[in-house]
């Protein structure tokens, strides 16, 4: 994990049968398993979208509207996934094919439960290697206020200097962050990365309710399906709704080819190309069309 920290996530690894990596790989195995099990067929999704059904990813108010149809479908998989992987067994010599759910339940039966554990965890978002240096016992001690007992209470006489024990702690707690984020600091190499802009294209928050309405009644009944957005089987080169997609992830990887089953992708393009073809509708006959403003990604300079 060290060499990752000065010189960033390899590619792939290689390695004996000894143990000096075991972190490593485990941690680059968790993000295979991501691709494998759900990421990549959103991956191949947008790419189809890309190449049969106007998806243009360099347009702010397609990358909007893809949030608004999908994000949940995908927040969905991300959980779906979490699931299964806390209670996949594990092979080891400490975990008995226990899974990661079984290892938890049993830690707390031995070592009780924190009580702010899970969903009120003040810790919650930070590092795991952050904590263990800056909140573990062998860290730099902290000061107490004159007059603080070592239970952290203040004693009778010292109440009226409560306010400025606060001021102290707030100190202390900037100080951390600071030297949090200098000690990371140096793990940072590279120019930020482009973000590609998603806004929503309706200048009111009206209008784009009024939309988001319109375009719930469209869905949630059967329809004539658009023209020109690739969900027509004439518009097909081949007799069947192509299933598999072929790309490349990155710009030295190996070609993936991946498999969408049509019964539950070709209604997804179905409800991209609809909601596609009703927000250009209804942009083109408001005249607020932005055809012609930059659609290039923003800088972060």
């Given at each position: 994990?060290?060499?990752?920290?000065?010189?960033?996530?390899?590619?792939?690894?290689?390695?004996?049968?000894?143990?000096?990596?075991?972190?490593?790989?485990?941690?680059?195995?968790?993000?295979?398993?991501?691709?494998?099990?759900?990421?990549?067929?959103?991956?191949?999704?947008?790419?189809?979208?890309?190449?049969?059904?106007?998806?243009?990813?360099?347009?702010?108010?397609?990358?909007?509207?893809?949030?608004?149809?999908?994000?949940?479908?995908?927040?969905?998989?991300?959980?779906?996934?979490?699931?299964?992987?806390?209670?996949?067994?594990?092979?080891?010599?400490?975990?008995?094919?226990?899974?990661?759910?079984?290892?938890?339940?049993?830690?707390?039966?031995?070592?009780g439960v924190y009580r702010d554990d899970p969903l009120d965890d003040p810790?919650?978002?930070?590092?795991?290697?952050?904590?263990?240096?800056?909140?573990?016992?062998?860290?730099?001690?902290?000061?107490?206020?004159?007059?603080?007992?070592?239970?952290?209470?203040?004693?009778?006489?010292?109440?009226?200097?409560?306010?400025?024990?606060?001021?102290?702690?707030?100190?202390?707690?900037?100080?951390?962050?600071?030297?949090?984020?200098?000690?990371?600091?140096?793990?940072?190499?590279?120019?930020?990365?482009?973000?590609?802009?998603?806004?929503?294209?309706?200048?009111?928050?009206?209008?784009?309710?009024?939309?988001?309405?319109?375009?719930?009644?469209?869905?949630?009944?059967?329809?004539?399906?658009?023209?020109?957005?690739?969900?027509?089987?004439?518009?097909?080169?081949?007799?069947?709704?192509?299933?598999?997609?072929?790309?490349?992830?990155?710009?030295?990887?190996?070609?993936?080819?991946?498999?969408?089953?049509?019964?539950?992708?070709?209604?997804?393009?179905?409800?991209?190309?609809?909601?596609?073809?009703?927000?250009?509708?209804?942009?083109?006959?408001?005249?607020?069309?932005?055809?012609?403003?930059?659609?290039?990604?923003?800088?972060?300079?």
């Amino acid at each position: 994990m060290e060499a990752i920290q000065n010189y960033g996530t390899p590619s792939r690894l290689r390695g004996d049968r000894g143990g000096e990596n075991t972190k490593v790989a485990i941690w680059m195995r968790l993000w295979v398993e991501v691709g494998t099990q759900f990421a990549r067929r959103w991956r191949a999704f947008f790419t189809q979208l890309g190449r049969l059904h106007r998806l243009d990813r360099k347009n702010p108010t397609h990358l909007w509207l893809l949030h608004h149809l999908f994000l949940q479908d995908i927040n969905a998989d991300c959980l779906e996934f979490q699931d299964e992987w806390n209670l996949h067994p594990m092979a080891g010599g400490t975990t008995n094919d226990q899974s990661p759910a079984d290892l938890r339940f049993l830690g707390q039966l031995t070592e009780g439960v924190y009580r702010d554990d899970p969903l009120d965890d003040p810790l919650e978002g930070i590092h795991p290697d952050a904590i263990n240096r800056y909140y573990g016992v062998e860290g730099r001690r902290l000061r107490r206020s004159r007059n603080q007992t070592g239970a952290g209470i203040a004693s009778e006489e010292g109440v009226e200097d409560e306010q400025d024990d606060e001021d102290e702690w707030v100190d202390e707690d900037e100080e951390l962050e600071n030297r949090i984020e200098a000690d990371l600091a140096s793990n940072i190499r590279h120019a930020p990365v482009k973000v590609p802009r998603h806004r929503s294209p309706f200048k009111a928050a009206e209008d784009e309710q009024r939309f988001i309405s319109f375009l719930n009644t469209l869905l949630a009944a059967p329809g004539v399906l658009p023209e020109n957005f690739g969900v027509r089987q004439e518009e097909w080169d081949e007799e069947d709704y192509p299933e598999t997609v072929v790309y490349r992830p990155g710009m030295k990887g190996k070609q993936l080819t991946i498999v969408l089953p049509r019964e539950e992708w070709f209604p997804r393009a179905i409800r991209w190309a609809r909601a596609l073809d009703l927000m250009t509708r209804i942009l083109h006959e408001a005249g607020d069309t932005d055809e012609d403003e930059d659609d290039e990604t923003e800088d972060d300079d």
